[in-house]
C-alpha cells in the first residue's frame, strides 16, 4: 500500500495535471503561491512530492518566492516589465544546470508562460493582457545563506531562501536525475486560503 496522496498533489490531479506516481523518487515539483500579494517575503511554498523506497509518499516543503523581489518590481530588467510566473504545469522544462553560471540550480529550458509588471510600484501586476511565452531564464534556485528579504534575489524565478534547505531540496533532485534524467517538469498553483 502506497499510503494517501498529499493534499497538495491531490489538487494538482484534481486540476487536471500531470502527476508523477509510477517509481521511487519520480518527482513532483510543486511551487504553492500565497494570495496575499505580499512583495518581498518567503511567504511561498516549494514541495518535492515522490515516493520513497518503501512505496510510501514524502512531502517535503521548503519556504520561498515564486514572485520577483522588490528590487526588479521598480527596476524591471525589459521594457515589457519583470516577470511574474503564471500558475500552471511546465512540463519537462527545467533541468539541472547553473544558475548564472555560478552553482547548480534549475534552469529553465523550455518556454514558460509570465505576467509582465511594469509600473514600477510594490504591488504584483498578474494581468492576463501582459502574458508571454518565452524562455526568460526563470529558473528554481536558492538565496545565499539564510535570506529573509527577496530583493535582488528573484526577478521572477522560485527562490529557496535558506541554503540548508535547498541542498536538502537539491540532494533529492540529483537522487532523481540519477533515475530519470535531468529534466524536470514544475507545477505552479495558488494556494487555496483553506490550506
Known amino acids: 500500500m502506497s499510503g494517501t496522496i498529499p493534499v497538495i498533489l491531490q489538487r494538482v490531479r484534481d486540476e487536471g495535471l500531470a502527476v508523477f506516481d ?6 513532483n515539483i510543486v511551487g504553492v503561491r500565497t494570495p496575499s500579494g505580499q512583495v518581498n517575503a518567503f511567504d511561498d511554498e516549494l514541495h518535492l512530492i515522490y515516493k520513497d523506497d518503501y512505496d510510501q ?33 511546465y512540463r519537462g522544462a527545467y533541468q539541472i544546470g547553473l ?12 518556454p514558460v508562460t509570465v505576467y509582465r ?10 494581468d492576463p493582457s501582459t502574458e508571454q511565452d518565452g524562455l526568460y531564464g526563470i529558473n528554481i534556485h536558492h538565496a545565499g545563506f ?22 536538502i531540496f ?26
Not at 509510477?22 to 518527482?27: D, K, T, V
Not at 509518499?57 to 523581489?69: A, E, I, K, M, R
Not at 553560471?101 to 529553465?108: E, I, T
Not at 509588471?117 to 498578474?126: A, G, K, P, S
Open 22 to 27: 509510477r517509481g521511487r523518487y519520480n518527482l
Open 57 to 89: 509518499w514524502v512531502d517535503l516543503s521548503f519556504p520561498c518566492t515564486t514572485d520577483p523581489g522588490l528590487y526588479w518590481l521598480k527596476n524591471p530588467g525589459r521594457r515589457a516589465g519583470t516577470a511574474i510566473l503564471k500558475p500552471g504545469q
Open 99 to 110: 544558475h548564472r553560471g555560478r552553482y547548480p540550480a534549475l534552469v529553465q529550458r523550455k
Open 117 to 126: 509588471d511594469r509600473n514600477r510600484d510594490d504591488v504584483l501586476d498578474m
Open 146 to 167: 539564510d535570506s529573509h528579504r527577496v530583493d535582488r534575489w528573484s526577478a521572477g524565478c522560485t527562490v529557496v531562501g535558506n541554503l540548508l534547505d535547498w541542498e
Open 170 to 195: 537539491f540532494a533529492v533532485i540529483r537522487r532523481s536525475a540519477e533515475l530519470y534524467g535531468e529534466r524536470f517538469t514544475y507545477t505552479l498553483v495558488n494556494k487555496y486560503s483553506d490550506q
